[in-house]
């Protein structure tokens, strides 16, 4: 078991705002944690709709689905360099979970400090998050913890995460 990102979404507010630095190498204004923060919104509030109305609505191909082991229609991403803020995607969703608030524009990126950490450090953004809503350490997946991503971990109340009305599900239920 390897260590991974711990988020606390009750605790966690944009970058701006909680002043959690990123040490992303390529860029030095770098807002790492949003960017995660999109990810995690996608994965958890989008309905993963079959026929995806975003994903046709974008007028430059921005969107896509992420096929994941757990679902069938796979979790929403956004090619960063190549949204332009429109927001169509948002005006597209069925659901009203697409907010465009959640689209920044222009984009940061989270490489997860992946390769460049020392034996027992920590990444930037959890020793200069002040509010104890970002951790790293090997952690076992329950209770109030989601795996969102494969070294992504995030704390949900309850321990709920949406699940989509699979097509299996519902000829279970008739």
Known sequence: MGKKLIIDLAKCRPQSQSKVRCSYKHHPDNKGIDALLEMIR?????????????ITACPVG????EPTENDDYGVLKRANMLCTGCGGCAIACP???VYTDLIPFPSSVCDRSKG??????????????????????EVKVEGDLVEVFE????????????????????????
């Not at 070294?151 to 008739?174: C, M, Q, T, Y």
């Open 42 to 54: 996608f994965a958890l509030i989008c309905r993963r709709c079959e026929t995806a109305p975003c």
């Open 116 to 137: 460049r950490l020392k034996e027992g450090e920590k990444p930037l953004c959890v020793t200069t998050s002040e509010d104890g809503s970002i951790d790293y350490k």
């Open 95 to 97: 659901f009203g979970t």
């Open 151 to 174: 070294d992504i971990v995030v704390k949900v109340s309850g321990g709920v995460l949406w699940e989509p009305f699979l097509r299996e599900k519902e000829k279970a239920n008739k």
């Open 62 to 65: 921005a969107l896509e689905k």
